[in-house]
Structures are given as structure tokens and as C-alpha cells.
């Protein structure tokens, strides 16, 4: 059973950045996929950002340009650069990772909040 951590969460300014990580318990090459989701108060989770193993990765269009995921399977962790945070963007942000075989594993989530 991998547990997934995030941490780097908090309150920033509009305008300003921060960094997300997201810690796997064990290997997160047998991962297929590992993401970010965001949701906030009275909105449904959205994927924020994925990355394919391969090296694929996909933003929705609201990031894009503005956030960056990466994966480091070295250090069994995935990242999410927030560059250019909107008032929008705050929300609990989520770790997910999804094995080849479909299984699906979430993180406890952070708390983002960008202050106007």
C-alpha cells in the first residue's frame, strides 16, 4: 500500500508562486500516471496537471503556462510549480497516482489559498 504526502501548500499573494510536493511511500515507477487535482469550496476536484509515464504531461487550460509538473522517480515524488497564482487557484490540491493495473491512490491534499 504507497501513501501519498503533499506538502509546500499555504497563503500567497497574487502574483506569487509556490511549490507543491507530493511524497510516495514506496516506488512510483509501476505509476502509470501521477497528478494533481484542486477543489475548491462548493466546485467539483478538477485535474490541475498530469504527468504520463514516458514523459507526456497535460495541463488544463486555466495553468497552462503558469504551472509546471514534474516527476522524480529517484526521490518516488511529483511536483507542481505555481507560478503566477490568481486569486482562482486556491483550493485543496490533491496528489493522485494511478498504478498500470488501474489502481487509483490519493493523497491527504494542501491547502492553497491566494490572497487579492
Known amino acids: 500500500q504507497v501513501q501519498l504526502v503533499e506538502s509546500g501548500g499555504g497563503l500567497v499573494q497574487t502574483g506569487g508562486s509556490l511549490r507543491l510536493s507530493c511524497a510516495a511511500s514506496?516506488?512510483?515507477?509501476?505509476?502509470?500516471?501521477m497528478g494533481w487535482y484542486r477543489q475548491a469550496p462548493g466546485k467539483q476536484r478538477e485535474l490541475v496537471a498530469v504527468?504520463?509515464?514516458?514523459?507526456?504531461?497535460n495541463y488544463v487550460d486555466s495553468v497552462k503556462g503558469r504551472f509546471t509538473i514534474a516527476r522524480d522517480n529517484a526521490k518516488n515524488s511529483v511536483y507542481l510549480q505555481m507560478n503566477s497564482l490568481k486569486p482562482e487557484d486556491s483550493a485543496v490540491y490533491y496528489c493522485?497516482?494511478?498504478?498500470?493495473?488501474?489502481?487509483?491512490?490519493w493523497g491527504q491534499g494542501t491547502q492553497v489559498t491566494v490572497s487579492s
Open positions: 514506496g516506488s512510483i515507477e509501476g505509476f502509470n500516471t
Open positions: 493522485n497516482a494511478v498504478t498500470r493495473l488501474g489502481r487509483i491512490y
Open positions: 504527468t504520463i509515464s514516458g514523459g507526456n504531461t
